[in-house]
Structures are given as structure tokens and as C-alpha cells.
């Protein structure tokens, strides 16, 4: 039987508990606790014991080849999808402002490191999106794991709590789709996009690389990536929640992306001429 630990923590979100508006707006939200951290060695002798045939160091260096292997094609521009479980990838880290004259682009310069990046699996019967992941879970508070104080620790604002979505202030579950929950008499709320695409040309916007609509609920902190093909001579423009989302043309089609912040957002793209809003 799987068991998730948890702490109740109180906390505001954005506030220090010595500002003078934190008593009012804070409340309890679940903090998952880690028991330990597992290396690849336990992982190993964890599966022989569900009855493997292979010794323990046998299914270590599978293990290990396939984790050299994984960080060796991730380098090569390419996803490793481990089915039933998720895709990983990597997205450019970008030097904070980014370089407004072209013939100054320098990527050396600009990258300032390589994000690796993981999309839960959603299409299949071993789906662990945020609700599916939920269903299989039982949770226990670590007060009564342990015997101790029952009194909520306090936390202080801005703190992200852990393994929940990536939501500050918020008992998220997960990092993709999902919905309020129940629980311990508080839930969360999947920040929700809503896209507006105007003018002739085409865009589409995609998460992990699979295309996302109008109303997608998509976890705080995940990139989304805006694909756009121009009405021809047009430069097209997106802003997220009014402020400019940087678009780089590639012999045509521009492309930029943004990390979805941890409220609702509105994204609004112009392809080019003037058209009616397109909300797909």
C-alpha cells in the first residue's frame, strides 16, 4: 500500500510572517515529507526483490547504462519518453533580457545553462497526471506517524511547498493537469490558460510538445512553448497577461516560450493582420 507523508504548514503566500498583513492572509496547506532518497544501488536491489531474475548488480548496470544513455541522446536535441511514466527534455536557460539586436546573438552568451525538464505520462492506463496519481495515493500526517505535537508548524511566505505542483502557497499535485481536490479541508486550483490567437496566420502552443488549448489547466512554473507562422510580410507579437513573450524568427516561423506563472493567465497572439479572436 503506497503511503504519502505529509506536515500541515501554515503559510501566506508572497509574505514574510513579519509583515503586517500575514496573520489574515495565512492559512494550512499539506507539505509532503520525504523519508529518504533512494540512489540507483537501492533502486536496484528494490527491484530484485519483486522477484527479478537478475542480481542486483546485473539490473545496476542496465540501470546505469540507460542513465548514461538518457543524458547522452537529451544532448542530442532528442525526448526520452519512458512509457507509463513521462517524457524528459531539456529547454535553454536564457540570459535574463535576452539580446534586441539579432546580429548580436550569441549563444555562448545567452545560454546560461540547460534546464532537463519532465511531462508526466497522461494517454495511457498508467497515467500519472496529477488526479490519476492522486487515486493512488494514501496519505498519512507524520504527527501521527511518529506520536508527535499535532500543532501545524508555521512557514513563512514565498516558500514553495514541495512536490505539489510547484504552486507557492498552494497544496498543488503535480506539475500538469488537474483540479481542486479534497483532503484535509483545504484544496488547490491548476492555474488555467486561456489562449486568443488573432490575425490569418497560424500559431499553436504546445506543452512537452504536444499542443495545449484555450483553457488548459497547465502546473505553475511549466514552460510552454508558442509556435507562430505569420501572415506573409507580418511580424507577429504574443503577450502573456499583457507583458511581451519574446518571439525569434527561424527563416519564418517564430518561435519563444514562457513559464506558466502560478495564477490563471491569458495568453494573446497576432499572427500577423488584424482578425477575430480565434480561442482554440
Known amino acids: 500500500m503506497s503511503k504519502i507523508i505529509y506536515r500541515k504548514v501554515r503559510t501566506a503566500p508572497g509574505l514574510k510572517t513579519t ?3 500575514w496573520e489574515q492572509s495565512a492559512a494550512y496547506y499539506a507539505k509532503a515529507v520525504s523519508t529518504e532518497t533512494l540512489s540507483l544501488r537501492d533502486m536496484a536491489k528494490h527491484i530484485t526483490s519483486h522477484g527479478s531474475p537478475y542480481t542486483v548488480d546485473v539490473v545496476m548496470g542496465v540501470l546505469e547504462v540507460f542513465r548514461s544513455c538518457c543524458i547522452e541522446q537529451l544532448l542530442e536535441s532528442k525526448k526520452v519518453k519512458i512509457e507509463g511514466l513521462g517524457t524528459f527534455y531539456v529547454t535553454i536557460a536564457n ?4 539580446e534586441k539586436d539579432l546580429s548580436k546573438f550569441n549563444i555562448n552568451s545567452m545560454a546560461v545553462g540547460l534546464r532537463l525538464r519532465f511531462l508526466p505520462e497522461t494517454a495511457t492506463e498508467e497515467s500519472i497526471s496529477q488526479r490519476e496519481f492522486l487515486k493512488k495515493a494514501r496519505f498519512i500526517d507524520v504527527a501521527d506517524l511518529a506520536n508527535l505535537d ?19 502557497g498552494s497544496n498543488g499535485d503535480g506539475g500538469s493537469t488537474g483540479s481542486p481536490q479534497g483532503g484535509s ?3 488547490s486550483t491548476i492555474p488555467t490558460l486561456t489562449i486568443s490567437k488573432t490575425g490569418t496566420g497560424t500559431a499553436t502552443v504546445k506543452v512537452g510538445g504536444n499542443a495545449v488549448n484555450s483553457g488548459s489547466q497547465i502546473g505553475a512554473g511549466t514552460e510552454v512553448a508558442i509556435e507562430v507562422t505569420p501572415a ?14 519574446s ?5 519564418g516561423t517564430y518561435t519563444g516560450s514562457f513559464e506558466m506563472p502560478a495564477d490563471n493567465a491569458t495568453l494573446v497572439i497576432n499572427s500577423g493582420s488584424s482578425g477575430a479572436p480565434d480561442d482554440n
Open 19 to 21: 509583515d503586517a498583513n
Open 95 to 98: 540570459k535574463k533580457g535576452g
Open 150 to 168: 499535532e500543532t501545524p508548524e508555521n512557514e513563512e511566505g514565498g516558500t514553495v511547498i514541495e512536490d505539489e505542483g510547484g504552486q507557492n
Open 185 to 187: 479541508g483545504s484544496g
Open 232 to 245: 506573409s510580410g507580418q511580424v507577429p507579437t504574443a503577450t502573456l497577461n499583457g507583458t511581451s513573450v
Open 247 to 251: 518571439l525569434t524568427n527561424n527563416e
